[in-house]
Nanobody, 115 residues
Framework: QVQLAESGGGLVQAGGSLRLSCQAS????????MGWYRQAPGKQRELVAG???????NYADSVKGRFTISRDNAKNTVYLQMNSLKPEDTAVYYC?????????WGQGTQVTVWS
């Protein structure tokens, strides 16, 4: 089992930046697939960014060029650097990992972008 704890969300003006962190309760060295999702009010949860095998990344079209996902195995942490934030980025952001064929989720962290 893996427990995930997100942090770093908050209130930011449009054009600003935030860095989200997701710390796992155990080593992530052997976890191949990790990602960040978000869910805005009234909308379905969507994949924002994923990282596979430590180096292969993929992004939603809406965040390409603005968001960067990375991982630090030594700290059991995956990050989401968010730059040039827009009001439409407002959502609850969730960390996700796939371990032993199961999906594990964090509790979510709120990001609110105001203009």
């Amino acid at each position: 089992q893996v427990q995930l704890a997100e942090s770093g969300g908050g209130l930011v003006q449009a054009g600003g930046s935030l860095r989200l962190s997701c710390q796992a309760s155990r080593s992530i060295f052997s976890i191949n697939v990790m990602g960040w999702y978000r869910q805005a009010p009234g909308k379905q949860r969507e994949l924002v960014a994923g990282i596979t095998g430590g180096t292969s990344t993929n992004y939603a079209d809406s965040v390409k060029g603005r968001f960067t996902i990375s991982r630090d195995n030594a700290k059991n942490t995956v990050y989401l650097q968010m730059n040039s934030l827009k009001p439409e980025d407002t959502a609850v952001y969730y960390c996700n990992v796939v371990a032993y064929g199961l999906h594990y989720w964090g509790q979510g962290t709120q990001v609110t972008v105001w203009s």
